[in-house]
C-alpha cells in the first residue's frame, strides 16, 4: 500500500432510499447571507432553501464558514460577537427580524454540538427536561412522557431508564451525545442543526448517530455540518459544498458525490484538496 | 543501559525533591496543629464555651462573649460581603471586557493586597469616628471590606473554568442569558465558588488588626452590634500580650477554640453545598 493511497477516498456509498421528491415544501431559507467576525466576513452571500422532514449535510474543508452559517440558523452566531447581514425565513417568519425572541426562536432551532455538553450538574432526567423550563409551565407526568418519549427517540431509553437520576456526565461519550441529541428534541423543535455530531466519538458511536438521524427525519429537519463525507453520503438527501466561505454547490447528495457541476465540489470530493 | 539507570535514579531524586518540598509546606501547620491542642486543650472544658472571663488571679471562666462576637460579625460580614463578592465576580466573568469590571478587577488586586490594618483604620474614620463609638458593626463592614475582593476574584476565577460550550448548549436551548449565568454556569462552579467564600470566611475570622479600631473588644457578653464586642482574635491577642501564665494559656485555649470554629463553619457549608454527582467535567 503506498503512502498515497491513503489520500484516495473509499467507494462512497449512498443510501438506498428513493430520491427526495422535487418539490418539497421549504422550511428554512437563507437569502443572500453574510455573516461576520468584526469586519471578516465567514460566510458570503449565501442563498439556499432547506426542504422539511430532510437531512441537509453542509460539507468543505476547515475553515470554509458551514459551522458559522449553521450557526446563523439559530442565531448562535451573535453569541461570540458575530453578526450578519441578509435574511433567513423559518417558515414565514424572519429570524433577524425587529421583535424576534431568541428563546423562541431556539425552541424552533434546535441545535447539538460537537463536543457532547451533558449539563454536569443535572441529572440525566433533569438534562433532557432541562429545555422545557423555557417553555410553558407543564405539569410533572407530562414531563415525565416527554424525557420518555425523547429519549426513545434518541435511542438511549433502554440504557438509561433504570438509572435517570443518577448524574449524566457518568455515560460514555456516544451516550452523552445522544442524551444532548434527546435534550435537544424534547422542546419538539422544526429543525435540528448538528454541528459535526460525531467527530468526538468512536465508529460504534458514530453509527448509532447516524441510524438515529434517519429516523429523527420523519419528525424534525436535519441540517449537519461533517468533516467526514462517508457520513454525509450516508446520511443525506441533499448536499451543500462550502469553499472559502462562499456556498460552491447544493444539491442531491447523489448528484453531488455522483456528477457536481463544480470543479472545486468534484476535487473536494474526489480528496485533491481540503 | 546505564543511561535507564540512571534515568531511574533522576527519577526518584526529583520524586525525592517533590515530597520533600509537600513534608516542609505540611510540616508548619501540622506544628501549629500540634502546639495549639499541646498548650491549649488542657484548659478547655464546657465552661470555657459557656462562660464569660474571671478576673486576673482566679481561675475558671471562658470565652464565650468571643465565640458569640467572632460568630455574630463575621455572620454579618459575610452577610453583607458574600452576596456584593458573588455578584461583583459574576459581573466581571459575563462582561470580561467592560470598563467597569476592568477597573473592580484592577481595584480588588490592589485590595487583596493592601495590609489588613490599613482596613481597620478606614472602617474607623468611615463608621467609628463618625458615630463616636466602638461597634461590632463597624467590625463586620470591615471584615465585609476584606472579604469582598477575595470572594470577587475567586468567583470570577471560578465562572472562566466552566467550558465555554456549557454556556452555548444552554443558550442554544432557548435560555436567557441571566438563566444561562444562573443555573448551568454558577451552578456547575458552585463548589468552587462556596470554597472560595469560606477560605474568605476562615480568613477574615482570624482577623485582629481591623478589628481593633473597629470592634474593639469586650469583657462582657455583647449581642448589640452597636456595641464594642468581643472576637476570638482579639481574646488571644489581649491574653496573650497578658502577664499572668494563666493569660497565657486562655490564649492557646482561645486560639484552638478559633480554629475549631473556623473547621466547624467550614464543615456546615460543605454538608449544605455537597454534590449531588461526581462532577468531572
Known amino acids: ?274 | 543501559m546505564n543511561r535507564l539507570v540512571w534515568r531511574r535514579w533522576k527519577s526518584r531524586i526529583m520524586v525525592g525533591l517533590m515530597i520533600g518540598a509537600v513534608v516542609v509546606a505540611v510540616a508548619p501547620l501540622l506544628l501549629i496543629l500540634g502546639t495549639l491542642v499541646a498548650r491549649g486543650a488542657g484548659s478547655i472544658n464546657l465552661a470555657f464555651f459557656t462562660q464569660l472571663p474571671v478576673p486576673a488571679g482566679e481561675t475558671g471562666g471562658g470565652v464565650a462573649h468571643a465565640i458569640v462576637g467572632t460568630l455574630l460579625m463575621v455572620g454579618v460580614a459575610g452577610l453583607i460581603g458574600l452576596p456584593i463578592g458573588i455578584g461583583a465576580g459574576m459581573f466581571c466573568a459575563e462582561y470580561p471586557k467592560n470598563r467597569l469590571a476592568t477597573v473592580a478587577r484592577f481595584v480588588a488586586d490592589v485590595m487583596n493586597g493592601t495590609p489588613s490594618i490599613v482596613i481597620g483604620v478606614f472602617a474607623w474614620t468611615l463608621i467609628v469616628a463618625k458615630q463616636k463609638h466602638f461597634s461590632g458593626f463597624a467590625g463586620s463592614a470591615a471584615l465585609a471590606m476584606i472579604m469582598i475582593p477575595m470572594v470577587m476574584r475567586t468567583t470570577e476565577e471560578m465562572i472562566k473554568l466552566v467550558p465555554h460550550s456549557l454556556r452555548e448548549a444552554a443558550l442554544a436551548l432557548g435560555y436567557a442569558r441571566w438563566r444561562t449565568s444562573l443555573s448551568v454556569v454558577v451552578r456547575t462552579c458552585l463548589p468552587g465558588i462556596v470554597t472560595g467564600s469560606l477560605l474568605a470566611i476562615a480568613r477574615v475570622a482570624g482577623e485582629t488588626a481591623p478589628l481593633l479600631f473597629t470592634a474593639l473588644g469586650s469583657q462582657f457578653m455583647s449581642r448589640d452590634l452597636n456595641q464594642p464586642m468581643a472576637a476570638l482574635p482579639l481574646t488571644v491577642f489581649t491574653y496573650a500580650t497578658g502577664p499572668y501564665d494563666d493569660w497565657h494559656r486562655i490564649a492557646w485555649a482561645t486560639a484552638l477554640v478559633l480554629i475549631m470554629v473556623v473547621l466547624v463553619l467550614s464543615l456546615l457549608a460543605r454538608i449544605a453545598t455537597r454534590q449531588r454527582f461526581d462532577v468531572r467535567q
Open chain 1, 1 to 274: 500500500m503506498s503512502a498515497n493511497s491513503l489520500m484516495t477516498p473509499p467507494t462512497v456509498s449512498l443510501p438506498d432510499t428513493a430520491p427526495p421528491p422535487p418539490f418539497g415544501r421549504e422550511l428554512i431559507r437563507a437569502t443572500d447571507l453574510t455573516a461576520f467576525y468584526g469586519t471578516f466576513a465567514a460566510v458570503k452571500n449565501v442563498t439556499i432553501g432547506f426542504e422539511a422532514n430532510r437531512v441537509h449535510a453542509l460539507i468543505g474543508p476547515s475553515g470554509c464558514g458551514k459551522s458559522t452559517f449553521l450557526r446563523t440558523l439559530n442565531r448562535m452566531h451573535e453569541v461570540v460577537g458575530g453578526h450578519v447581514t441578509g435574511r433567513v425565513l423559518l417558515g414565514r417568519d424572519d429570524i433577524y427580524g425587529p421583535r424576534v425572541s431568541l428563546t423562541n426562536l431556539r425552541r424552533r432551532v434546535g441545535m447539538v454540538f460537537q463536543k457532547p455538553t451533558p449539563f454536569p450538574t443535572m441529572s440525566i432526567y433533569q438534562n433532557v427536561a432541562a429545555g422545557l423550563k423555557v417553555g410553558a409551565r407543564q405539569s410533572r407526568p407530562e414531563i415525565d412522557a416527554i424525557v420518555e418519549r425523547a429519549l426513545q427517540q434518541a435511542g438511549l431509553w433502554n440504557e438509561v431508564k433504570d438509572r435517570l437520576r443518577q448524574s449524566a456526565v457518568a455515560l460514555s461519550g456516544g451516550q452523552q451525545q445522544r442524551l444532548c441529541i434527546a435534550r435537544t428534541i424534547a422542546p419538539e423543535p422544526a429543525v435540528i442543526l448538528l454541528d459535526e455530531p460525531t467527530a468526538s466519538l468512536d465508529p460504534q458511536g458514530t453509527q448509532r448517530i447516524e441510524e438515529l438521524l434517519f429516523n429523527l427525519k420523519k419528525d424534525f429537519t436535519i441540517i449537519i455540518v461533517t468533516h467526514n463525507m462517508q457520513q454525509a453520503a450516508r446520511v443525506s438527501d441533499t448536499t451543500t459544498f462550502f469553499y472559502l466561505g462562499t456556498m460552491v454547490e447544493t444539491g442531491a447528495t447523489k448528484q453531488i458525490f455522483t456528477a457536481p457541476t463544480q470543479e472545486r465540489t468534484e476535487a473536494y470530493i474526489t480528496g485533491r484538496f481540503g
